[in-house]
T-cell receptor, first 111, second 115 residues
């Protein structure tokens, strides 16, 4: 399977703490994207990082990409209860292929 | 502007019946995708339309599943002779161009329950 694998599967933290989620994949990619999903419905795009980039920031989000290790991490700083959701990494492999999603990390932020 | 919309939001059907799920992409987006998400699972790619090119159907799980996109806009996913294992949330997404360069914008999904 070319599926990305998120780690951990579930994460529970206190409000104000940082949350780190990891994603590993198996083959070379064109880009990697992180999405958030609330209540099992539509996904919201967070960040896209290209294979020639190593780090991107967006507000309280920081994404890193290590193509040599075929891994990415999503860091949410100063977490809030509203950050409670499932977070998915999705990869676009070389070639005209669609996104391949992992099974996600379920983040719970406790107020 | 308006996002991706899907209808119905919920569909309950009996085993063996056919169902049609609709997706209205963001206006001007050339690429449209269908995914399926079973309980507690990640998204499973089903089919991808890009402009006037032949669709990528490699993710369709069986020949009971089909999709069309009329006029490069609205898409319909049809499941014939539904089975209980077809129960899932079906998500549609669109992007301005293709998956290499663009963010995909997702609709709210259709929750299908096959009794």
């Amino acid at each position: 399977s070319q599926q990305g694998e998120e780690d951990p599967q579930a994460l529970s933290i206190q409000e104000g703490e940082n949350a780190t989620m990891n994603c590993s994949y198996k083959t070379s990619i064109n880009n990697l994207q992180w999405y958030r999903q609330n209540s099992g419905r539509g996904l919201v795009h967070l960040i896209l990082i290209r294979s020639n980039e190593r780090e991107k920031h967006s507000g309280r989000l920081r994404v890193t990409l290590d193509t040599s290790k075929k891994s990415s991490s999503l860091l949410i700083t100063a977490s809030r209860a509203a950050d409670t959701a499932s977070y998915f990494c999705a990869t676009v492999f070389s070639g005209n292929t669609p996104l391949v999603f992992g099974k996600g990390t379920r983040l719970s932020v406790i107020a | 502007g308006a996002g991706v919309s899907q209808s119905p939001s919920n569909k309950v059907t009996e085993k063996g019946k056919d169902v049609e799920l609709r997706c209205d992409p963001i206006s001007g987006h050339t690429a449209l995708y269908w995914y399926r998400q079973s309980l507690g699972q990640g998204l499973e790619f089903l089919i991808y339309f890009q402009g006037n090119s032949a669709p990528d159907k490699s993710g369709l799980p069986s020949d009971r599943f089909s999709a069309e996109r009329t006029g490069g806009s609205v898409s319909t996913l049809t499941i014939q002779r539904t089975q209980q294992e077809d129960s899932a949330v079906y998500l549609c997404a669109s992007s301005q161009r293709g998956p290499h360069t663009d963010t995909q914008y997702f609709g709210p999904g259709t929750r299908l329950t096959v009794l």
